[in-house]
């Protein structure tokens, strides 16, 4: 049977039965169509033991995987060859027996305060060709550093899931297919509601709370793309969008949030996975230290 035939059948599965986001289709088509090639593989016959582990090798060796890289593939292949298994097209899980790699317990990379209030600063100084951009741009980068939304979030965003009347932002079918309720500060209401009234005189009328300059539609992929290399080219800053969700976290622990309620407005399964911001930001570990009693003693 054709490899890639069983691909776009196990997609669909994925995507009609399971109910898996279209980020997961996606990764689930790049990963396996790149083993395939890697491969050198048309049939599900032709995959083996020995043109599995070769394929993770390689990639650790010759194109420096991060563990994270391998996990994903890895957990790809797993539950694809699982569907082949239980559909009669392979008689086992090869990839099953492989070993995991430990992930390394790097601290995730962020702004400092200054660092995200020059950002911003930038954000809505930075010399644009029309006034809606500079109220748009903003309000985005406002909406990253303040509610500290993933790139999927923002961009799927629709004007109705914003609530500036009771501050609240509905972040819809996140990841793992959950949806969320985000508190919204006053400082982002500001920007948001500046950016909506330059919206409405641009007679914006799409569904997608964030629009193309230069047509009715939602900001797209590519233009966030092409919008953070112009402003990290005229701030100076490196930073992608998933720096400035890990911004949000470590500068909302400084203030003094608390990591169950921090947990709830990641949108994090997994409260485990909040808590390695608490080693990242000294500031929160040094306010704790504070309190040990015998720092009160003569």
Known sequence: MNIELLLEDFCHYGTYIRGVSKNTIRR???????????????????????NVQMFFLTGR???????TTYRTYYMTLLVFFRWCVKNGYL?????????LPKIEKTLPSKLKKQEALKLLEVAYNYP??????????????????????RKSELLNLKLTDVDLENL????RLGKGN????????YTLAQSLNRYLVERKKQHKTCPEFFTSSNRNMGFTCSGLKLLVGQLKKASGLQ????????????LMLEGGCDIFSLSKMMGHSDIKTTTIYLS???EHLRCQVTKHPLNSSN
């Open 28 to 50: 689930y088509r790049q990963n396996i169509s790149h083993y395939v090639r890697a491969s050198k593989i048309t049939d599900i016959s032709e995959v083996n033991d020995k």
């Open 61 to 67: 060796v010759q194109r420096h995987w991060k563990t």
């Open 91 to 99: 008689e086992k899980n090869y990839a099953q027996e492989l070993e």
């Open 128 to 149: 644009y060709t029309h006034k809606y951009l500079k109220y748009r741009n903003h309000a985005l980068f406002s909406m990253l550093l303040f509610a500290g939304l």
């Open 168 to 171: 609240t932002i509905f972040v």
């Open 178 to 185: 959950k949806d969320r309720i985000i508190p919204m500060s």
């Open 239 to 250: 930073f992608t969008i998933h720096k400035l969700r890990h911004t949000f976290a470590t």
């Open 280 to 282: 990242a930001t000294a």
